[in-house]
């Protein structure tokens, strides 16, 4: 997706020659900023915008701010399902969380839950930051994910809740 | 000098060495009447004494089933099973309490070239059971009172690794004036622990309840105060036995409670038994935090064989 977005937008500085910056997108393969190749040079010029598979592009004092895709017309849903690697998990050598999602603009709620039904933790994904990215997110499972507390061996629940509606569940395995 | 060092061994034997605790699945509660009274303890007159108080094994008369059986999330099943009799020496009771979830994903991490980042896909599933199993013997003792001890032997396994550990249960029953006391402790020995297969260990929590089980007319109020990893829990249980309905039981309770990670929790617990003939019937509810389902129904069976 972000060599995609790279090769579909070119920009073009008009003088004195061409192509003269990087252009900085996220995740999703969203305009983030541009870098300008050498900041000796004038860029004041215009910034000319050939072609773009963004559906939104904002535009602030005439500079291109943010974009938004297409993609953020689909409904919430999750691309990847919400799975933990390795499994089973031992929290003291770290793991990962990954799941892709449809959207850029969730705010999720992920609660886990132990086996006797007690929600041990919560947290909130926010758009586009980590675990609030369109696309696949990977959030590090290590002990200061779990606020440094031990989880004893067993199996814990979770679920992401988006707009007080469930996005998706799973479970997952712990090994100490 | 022999008081120092008799303390210094008491605390080498007693503070916990370096390792998690294990988490003891009798913590969700025996059966649907215990968790109907706040998970107090001996209270029961059937075989499920083997899981709680084995002291309480007196008071279950001949030999003696119980079936306890839960849902807990929809995804965790629990399940007891006791079997108690009387002998001319003691009764004896054994048991086993069973944790289990099935088709947990198992994954695979892979670079998806395209995004340049590793992406988790399931490639199969994997099972997990925590098994606990129990041997108990009671003993009477003088002015009415009662001894039991129970052998614990706890045996886990998750995908291919493996996790044995064994402890030892004592608990006592003393009658005072109209009430009885309950002295429960769990794991007495301390810092043994749960072996795994990958050379980790977990340490059995020690626990130690005291109950008293105090009968006024149609009403028994059970307080008890439990100690456990480093914190003090207080629950209580109240049985409503109408006079003029023996074979029915109203049960409430409060309890407070430890999660995996030691949080304390509290919650209200309410329940009924019916007596059918040698059968008695238990069902226990209380309130979930889990998202999906917010709240846990129990059912339990206790059969005088």
């Known amino acids: 997706m972000f060599l995609k977005s790279l090769l579909l937008c070119l920009f073009i500085v008009t003088f004195p020659v061409t192509l003269l910056g990087t252009l900085t997108l996220n995740n999703a393969g969203d305009f983030m900023s541009f870098n300008h190749f050498n900041p000796g040079r004038d860029i004041s010029q215009p910034l000319l915008l050939l072609a773009s598979r963004w559906q939104v592009s904002n535009f602030q004092s005439g500079s291109l701010a943010n974009t938004a895709n297409a993609s953020n017309q689909l409904p919430p849903f999750f691309t990847d399902p919400p799975l933990v690697h390795p499994s089973p998990l031992s929290i003291k050598n770290g793991g990962v969380l990954g799941y892709g999602l449809s959207r850029n603009d969730m705010i999720l709620d992920f609660r886990i839950y132990d086996a006797f039904g007690y929600e041990i933790l919560k947290k909130e994904f926010r758009p586009n930051q980590i675990g609030g990215l369109r696309g696949y997110n990977r959030i590090e499972l290590n002990p200061e994910f779990f606020d440094n507390n031990y989880l004893p061996a067993g199996v814990y629940l979770f679920v992401f809740i988006h707009n007080d509606e469930l996005l998706g569940k799973g479970k997952f395995a712990v090994v100490p | ?305």
């Open chain 2, 1 to 305: 000098m022999i008081l120092r060092n008799f303390f210094l061994i008491f605390l080498t034997l007693a503070l916990p060495i370096q390792a998690g605790y294990y988490a003891m699945i009798t913590d969700l509660g025996i059966s649907a009447q215990s968790i109907g009274l706040g998970n107090t303890h001996g209270y029961s007159d059937s075989s499920e004494a083997v899981f709680s108080n084995p002291a309480t094994l007196k008071y279950s008369k001949g030999s003696s089933f119980s079936l306890f059986s839960a849902e807990v999330m929809s995804d965790i099943d629990y399940l007891q099973l006791s079997l108690s009799t009387q002998t001319d020496f003691g009764s004896i009771g054994v048991g086993v309490y069973q944790q289990k979830v099935t088709n947990i994903p198992a994954t695979y991490e892979y670079l998806e070239a395209t995004i340049g980042m590793k992406k988790i896909v399931q490639v199969g599933s994997y099972d997990y059971k925590n098994s606990m199993y129990k041997i108990s013997y009671q003993h009477p003792l003088g002015n009415n009172g009662s001894f039991g001890l129970s052998y614990n032997h706890y045996n886990v396994t998750i995908d291919s690794y493996t996790g044995r550990g064994n402890n030892i249960d004592i608990g006592f029953l003393a009658p005072l004036y109209q009430s009885t006391i309950s002295l429960y402790a769990q794991n007495i020995i301390p810092n043994r622990q749960v072996y795994y297969s990958n050379n980790s260990a977990e340490t059995l929590p020690t626990i130690i309840s005291l109950t008293h089980i105090i009968p006024v007319k149609d009403l028994t109020f059970i307080p008890q105060l439990s100690h456990q990893r480093s914190q003090l829990l207080f629950s209580t249980g109240l049985a409503y036995k109408p006079s003029f309905i023996p074979y029915f039981q109203l049960l409430c309770g409060y309890k407070q409670h430890l999660d995996y990670t030691a949080k304390k929790h509290q919650k209200f617990t309410f329940g009924f038994g019916l007596t059918l003939f040698l059968l008695d019937v238990y069902y226990a509810y209380e309130r979930s935090d889990y998202y999906l389902k917010d709240h846990t129904s129990y059912i339990s069976l206790n059969y005088q064989l």
